[in-house]
């Protein structure tokens, strides 16, 4: 996200900016204040629009419906808002979208690396270091979660954002010899690569066909990758859920205006051009 640098000038006088200005700016500092922006690309409709709905209270976490078309590949894009490196756990429908398995948004769980102010767009189920196979939007019966009996958190994108620990900068003191005269090397930290959660299939709840949605494992695509070391913090800065419906389903629920208007320009009325009216003498 863009910074706007403001300039004051000397010998300038300063003038009151109007209230919806302000609102507006203070809107904007709002918006860039969470550590990472998520969102999801259409390879058809690119950036889809994202209605947001409360926190449930938390204020680290963020909330958002999404409108879903049938058959539609998509990525989800993250963007790094900060100067240090963070981690993210990415589930799709409850399963880590690197591991496969059920996930809890876990700090021990596999995650992707963002550096700082890094975005990069996630699109598919990694199935190897250089492939990843596509989401695109399905029935929840034709989903990759679905294929596991896994219907516990259908239909959601969920991202948990870890900021890296700060790791302290080693003592340094002067190694001492051994008899043989070699420095003595014990104590050194062997590497710390992330583990992942191992996970259980949750208890299958059947979705309702044509109501829900959940996320497909298509087509095979190249996508490099490689493996870094980092360490996470405690505890996840923040978390974002996307729920991704279809429409119909957006509607009921009043998540978007799906009323009809009347268009003057195009009434739909067949008929011809009335006679005008017979003016007032």
Known sequence: MGQTCVTVLP???????????????????????????????????????????????????????????????????????????????????????????????????????????????????????????RFYFTDPGDSYAGAFGDYSAMGVVAVAVYREREVPAPYVYNRQKDGAGREDGSGSPGPGAMGAEEGTAGKAEAGRRGEAVGTGFGD?????????????????????????????????KGIVDCRWSRNRFWDDDDGYAPVPPVPVR
């Open 220 to 252: 095979e695509k190249h996508s490099p990758s490689y493996r870094v070391r980092f360490t996470p913090e405690s505890r996840a800065a923040e978390r974002h859920f996307l729920k991704y419906e279809w429409r119909s389903t957006l509607c009921r």
């Open 11 to 133: 010998g300038r006088q300063f003038r009151l900016l109007p209230a919806s200005l302000i609102v507006w700016l203070a809107l904007a500092t709002a918006a860039s204040a969470s550590t990472v922006d998520v969102e999801l690309l259409s390879d058809g409709r690119g950036a889809l629009p994202l209605y947001r709905v409360g926190s449930a209270g938390n204020h680290d976490t963020y909330r958002a419906y999404v409108e879903a078309l049938d058959g539609d590949k998509y990525g989800i894009r993250i963007r790094n808002n900060t100067g240090r490196r963070v981690g993210v756990v990415v589930a799709v429908d409850g399963r880590n979208i690197l591991s496969g398995k059920r996930s809890n948004l876990r700090k021990n769980e596999q995650m992707y690396i963002l550096g700082p102010h890094e975005s990069a767009t996630y699109d598919g189920w990694r199935t190897a270091r250089d492939t990843v196979n």
